[in-house]
Nanobody
Framework: QVKLVESGGGLVQAGGSLRLSCTASGGTFSINAIGWYRQGSGNQREMVAYISNSGSTVYADSVKGRFTISRDNAKNTVYLQMNSLKLEDTAVYYC???????????????WGQGTQVTVSS
């Protein structure tokens, strides 16, 4: 069973930085697109950044120029470097991946459990 595990969340002052990591494990698979969503209190879940298996990236307008997504295919890991954090970046950040089983070619969407990012003034 494929599982996504996030880490790296925490409390940071406005203007500071954090790096989130998400690692996929459990079986033999290939990761297609992988990225991050977030959900602040009272808000809908929104896409933050995404990276394809070719390395193409997409960012939400609200994080462009401040956040950088990258992936290490050998480690089945995606990173989100978050700089110049703002109060409005406070949210639970979720990893999301489109993963294909190597043998069955079954393709499915997976979510991590979420990691809290809190930006204080």
């Amino acid at each position: 069973q494929v599982k996504l595990v996030e880490s790296g969340g925490g409390l940071v002052q406005a203007g500071g930085s954090l790096r989130l990591s998400c690692t996929a494990s459990g079986g033999t698979f290939s990761i297609n697109a992988i990225g991050w969503y977030r959900q602040g209190s009272g808000n809908q879940r929104e896409m933050v950044a995404y990276i394809s298996n070719s390395g193409s990236t997409v960012y939400a307008d609200s994080v462009k120029g401040r956040f950088t997504i990258s992936r290490d295919n050998a480690k089945n890991t995606v990173y989100l470097q978050m700089n110049s954090l703002k109060l409005e970046d406070t949210a639970v950040y979720y990893c999301n991946a489109d993963i294909e089983d190597y043998y069955s070619h079954y393709d499915a969407d997976y979510w991590g459990q979420g990691t809290q990012v809190t930006v204080s003034s």
